[in-house]
């Protein structure tokens, strides 16, 4: 039986076989310790798993499955760091979220409620960092099959400065 009790856990678990696009079987805890709160929790898996692999239905995944796959896909770069940062404030609009639930309402709020906080610049590296891993989670990983679409501030020029004849 794929639903079973281990020696290190009051909860019972569930081992669901392979399916096509994975590497390994589904082991997971339930989360509960009552035996029929097991089953009904194995049975929604055992049907969303046969959904998968016979009908096409993809897996819902969510804003945080997404980020901790981005930051194991970008240790490189040398923002890595402020990454972090940026996602930890966005936690609080899209932790818990659905990446299919996540759309340009939400991303409108976000925007403008950052922009509040600080420049429309910095609020630009917010979007920009939201909007890379929704597409990455929609063209690489093939999670989502669309991603809002938003536009980011209006930012300043910057500052244009010539050099003197001495420098």
Known sequence: MSLYRRKDSPYWWVK?????????P????????DK??????????AAARWEQERLGV????????????????TKH???????????RWL?????????????RTLIDRIKFDREKMSS?????RY???????????????????KVPKFKLFRESEGRVRSLSMQE
């Not at 669901?16 to 390994?24: A, D, F, N, T, V």
């Not at 429309?120 to 630009?124: D, K, L």
């Not at 979007?127 to 093939?142: G, H, K, Y």
Request: aromatic content about 8%; some cysteine; proline content about 1%.
């Open 58 to 73: 993809k897996a819902r995944h969510t804003w945080e499955e997404a980020v901790l796959r981005w930051l194991l896909e």
């Open 16 to 24: 669901l076989p392979l399916i096509r696009g994975e590497s390994k």
């Open 120 to 124: 429309s610049a910095t609020a630009n």
């Open 127 to 145: 979007l920009a960092l939201t909007r890379a891993i929704l597409r990455w989670a929609c063209n690489e990983w093939e999670w989502v099959d």
């Open 26 to 33: 589904l082991q997971q805890s339930t989360g509960t310790a």
């Open 91 to 103: 936690d609080s609009y899209l932790g818990g979220k659905y990446l299919d639930e996540i759309d």
């Open 36 to 45: 029929r709160q097991a089953q009904q929790v194995h049975d929604q898996l």
């Open 77 to 87: 770069k040398a923002t890595h760091e402020g990454d972090k940062a940026k996602l």
